[in-house]
């Protein structure tokens, strides 16, 4: 198909990315949590993640040319493979998820600012209703 857009022209056509299999996914699981049903995940070690309800997360993105192979591939939550996008594994831990020992015990620390959403300050109508009696009851 030609275009006569210069920017269209030049874009690498898009490759359909391949669904991590079942099999695969039993694999990495394994790998990092053995035969436990519920673990932490390897990114923030903080969330829990269950056998049946994990992510895959990729050491080194698909957009990177990061393969679906399991030296690549470790069990993550929801939140760090949204969050690191096209980052590693590793960085993202590194920069977001410090973790120190002190004696026997593991600490990690959530470096990650979290924004607080603002509370919108009620007017009209329905600011004053709170205040209402009931009429019904």
């Not at 898009?14 to 049903?37: C, F």
């Not at 603002?118 to 009696?133: C, P, Y």
Request: charged fraction near 30%; hydrophobic fraction near 25%.
């Amino acid at each position: 198909m030609k275009t006569s857009n210069p920017f269209l022209a030049q874009s690498k056509p898009k490759t359909k990315r391949v669904a991590i299999n079942k099999d695969l996914r039993e694999k990495v699981w394994i790998k990092y949590m053995g035969n436990k049903t519920e673990g932490k995940c390897y990114c923030c070690e903080i969330k829990p993640i269950h056998f049946t309800d994990f992510y895959v997360g990729h050491n080194k993105a698909v957009a990177n040319n990061g393969k679906n192979h399991i030296t690549n591939l470790r069990p993550i939550c929801r939140s760090c493979n949204l969050g690191m996008k096209t980052k590693s594994i590793e960085w993202y831990k590194k920069k977001y998820y410090s973790t120190t020992k002190k004696g026997t015990s593991k600490t990690t620390t959530k470096k990650k600012i979290v924004k607080k959403k603002a509370v919108k300050k009620k007017t009209g109508i329905f600011s004053t209703m709170g205040n209402m009696r009931n009429p019904f009851g």
